[in-house]
């Protein structure tokens, strides 16, 4: 009874943790793809008024954005320093996503298991 129950906590734990970081990586995606964009129109009009208008303002975060930045944030602190000192944010974002994603989705999936053949 008791190893049901925390299989399945760990199942739900492991969900909603690569679910947090899958979207928190789809909104990284989202806000990049949207600033470049703008730059490339930038780059091709230059001088327009189109040009001046695309330039990236700074963007205002909602709260499900915050919410889904600081869960993140928290899940990733135990392996946050693997990437901290690379200078490509994309790099930085792929690497703690999939450490998030391995550790979360891979490792709690392993420990289910066990506890299974265990109960």
Known sequence: MVIGTLTRA??????????????????FAVQQSGTAAAHQASEIYPGSAQSSQTQPAPAKE?????????????????????ASGWSSQWKIHIVDTLLALLVYGFGFGFIVRILRMAG
Do not use: Y
């Open 10 to 27: 760990l199942r739900i734990a492991s969900l909603l943790s690569c679910l947090i970081a899958v979207a928190w990586f789809v909104t």
């Open 62 to 82: 909602g709260e499900l954005r915050k919410t889904i930045n600081s869960a993140f944030k928290t899940l990733s602190s135990p392996f946050s320093s693997v």
